[in-house]
Structure formats: C-alpha cells, structure tokens
C-alpha cells in the first residue's frame, strides 16, 4: 500500500518561504502524475500543482509564479516551492500521486488514489 509522506509545513510571515517535501513508498516513474492540493476549513480541495507523467507541470492560476513544483524520480520525491506566501495561502497542503491519470483530470481531486496526510501552512503575521 502506497504511503505519501509531507513535511516542511509551518508557520510563516507574509512574504516569507516554504520548503514541502513529499517522499512516495513505492517507485516512482515517468508515467506517474504527483502533486499538491489544499484544503481550509469548510472549503473544498484546491489543486495547487501537479507533475504530469514528468511531462509537464500545472499550476492553479492563484500560485502560478510564487511556486515551483519539482519531482526527482530516483528519490521518489515530489517538491514544493513556495515563495512569496500570503495569507490565503493558509490551508492543508496534501501531497497526491495517481498512475493513470490522463491529461484533462490533473487539477481533479478525485483522480489520485493516494493522499498524504496533510501538513499544515499558516501564513501569519
């Protein structure tokens, strides 16, 4: 059974940065899509970012040009760069993996069957 493990949340001021990490149990390879998504409470999952089959990378309009994702297969690890924080960008952040994924379902919840189990990001001054 799959294991996603996040790390690298906390407490930040405006501004500042973040380092998320998220290391798969099982292999990793070019036909698997991992990413990122966030959840505040009484909202519904938001897609943050996701790797396509190391193909091409998404990104929800909201944190395009303030993070970078980036995966190294060898490692199993996907990353998260997060820059320029602001305070909406409050939430829990959940790492993601699904090996069948086709193109037009990246930024869907419901298409990754592996999930993390949060790390949390608080924006605050």
């Known amino acids: 059974q799959e294991q996603l493990t996040e790390s690298g949340g906390g407490l930040v001021q405006p501004g500042g940065s973040l380092l998320l990490s998220c290391a798969a149990s099982?292999?990793?390879?070019?036909?698997?899509?991992m990413g990122w998504f966030r959840q505040t409470p009484g909202k519904e999952r938001e897609f943050v970012a996701a790797s396509f089959r190391s193909q091409s990378t998404y990104y929800a309009d909201s944190v395009k040009g303030r993070f970078t994702l980036s995966r190294d297969n060898a490692k199993k690890t996907v990353y998260l760069q997060m820059n320029n924080l602001k305070p909406e960008d409050t939430a829990v952040y959940y790492c993601v993996r699904g090996d069948t994924l086709i193109q037009s379902s990246v930024r869907r919840f419901d298409a990754y069957r592996y999930w993390g189990q949060g790390t949390q990001v608080t924006v605050s001054s």
């Open positions: 099982e292999r990793t390879s070019r036909s698997t899509t």
